[in-house]
């Protein structure tokens, strides 16, 4: 069996108050939008503008462009949208990279040893990687974001432990079962039905 899909709702607030701080806050400094927010933000405003609301994660962002706090814009609004936010759904759970780098650093430390008598330190290194993780670049990415970053998402990492042969819970523990059930209703058995 298995579980259903969660889907994440996303309160929104009205757009009206922040739009009046930002109109504020380009008056005093006497500059356009433009210059005031990043593209990214400049699309949260245009879209906050057309809409009539936002979310909290866009008012969050948008306050942070003009060093308000949401609380000071929304004030408990705010903190009330804050604590409808859902658990998000088991794909957008984040667990630490630190045990999965490891023991893939291990293997490539491993395999590289193995080569070292054959050939000079750094092409032995990249044939152990070549040999690691095969012909599929995104998971070599996958890795490489995961060190850089120091977490994963729950799917990159049962993908990458599934390519190594390995189950998540070897590496993390109690923490990969409360990523992957995250979201679920309590009474949510995983082994139902299971023989």
Known sequence: ????????????????????VIRAERAARSIGVHRLLAPTQLRAYKLAKAEGSLTTYQAARLCAAINRCPREVYGAAYAAAISQVEVASPAFQRLPAKPLVAAIEARLRRHTEGLMPLTEPG????????????????????????????????????????HFGWHPRELWGDAYDAAALAGLPEDFDPWQGVA
């Not at 889907?7 to 009046?20: G, K, V």
């Open 1 to 20: 069996m298995t579980a259903r899909p969660v889907t994440m709702r996303q309160p929104r607030l009205p757009a009206a108050p922040l739009l009046e």
């Open 123 to 162: 092409p032995a290194h990249i044939e152990a990687v070549r040999e690691v993780f095969g012909d599929d670049q995104g998971l070599l990415k996958a890795f490489q974001r995961a060190r850089q970053r120091g977490w994963l998402l729950l799917r990159a990492a049962e993908q990458l432990c599934d």
